[in-house]
């Protein structure tokens, strides 16, 4: 089955502790997105790539850092600069500008 | 001047009454999707509208785009238990989506 699949569905990490989370896609999209979701709030950009190799800042990129090293993976690091990293993060993608994003089914990150 | 608005940010209804949630942009829009969001679920795209004054009906569900362009609706009729959800208008700005806030709908029984 094609689709977007993100690991692990729930973390949990100590305060101050770098973590890193998945994304995979078999889809053969071009473009990932990374998006923040707080409780009964909107998606907010994080980064998004439209090429291998390439990445650009969203709305909230400070304390995150991505790579897009190969064309199915764009991975996301919480570092511990992110102030408030609870969260719920989303990860998308579109076959090309315009067309309709296909997310994956999330990671609940909790920082105790 | 990239972002989408929508009202209302939450509704409730008797089950088998309508819904409608409206989003909202001050430019013009290439194009208009909608995606609802269950509870503890991730966003699923619903349909992307882009032609002036376009209506596009999926069952129970009724998608318009406003003829300047600049705005959009979601209709539900009979709302049904399982239409319990937040439902995102989302615009492609440059590479990239702009969400709304979303309106969070909730149907009791």
């Known amino acids: 089955d094609g689709g977007i699949t993100q690991s692990p569905k729930y973390l949990f990490r100590k305060e101050g502790q770098n973590v890193t989370l998945s994304c995979e896609q078999n889809l053969n999209h071009d473009a990932m997105y990374w998006y923040r979701q707080d409780p009964g709030q909107g998606l907010r950009l994080i980064y998004y790539s439209q090429i291998v190799n390439d990445f650009q800042k969203g709305d909230i990129a400070e304390g995150y850092s991505v790579s897009r090293e190969k064309k199915e993976s764009f991975p996301l690091t919480v570092t511990s600069a992110q102030k408030n990293p609870t969260a719920f993060y989303l990860c998308?993608?579109?076959?090309?500008?315009?067309?309709?994003?296909?997310f994956g089914q999330g990671t609940r990150l909790t920082v105790v | 001047g990239q972002q989408v608005m929508q009202i209302p940010q939450y509704q409730h209804v008797q089950e088998g009454e309508d819904f409608t949630t409206y989003c909202n942009s001050s430019?013009?829009?290439?194009?208009i999707q909608w995606y609802k969001q269950r509870p503890g679920g991730h966003p699923v795209f619903l349909i992307q509208l882009v032609k002036s004054g376009e209506v596009k009906k999926q069952k129970r569900l009724t998608f318009q785009f406003g003829e300047a362009k600049k705005n959009s609706s979601l209709h539900i009729t009979a709302t049904q238990t399982t239409d319990v959800g937040t439902y995102f208008c989302?615009?492609?700005?440059?590479?990239?989506?702009?969400f709304g806030p979303g309106t969070r709908l909730s149907v009791l029984p």
């Open positions: 989302a615009r492609s700005y440059g590479q990239n989506f702009v």
């Open positions: 998308a993608s579109t076959s090309q500008r315009g067309t309709e994003a296909f």
């Open positions: 430019t013009t829009l290439s194009n």
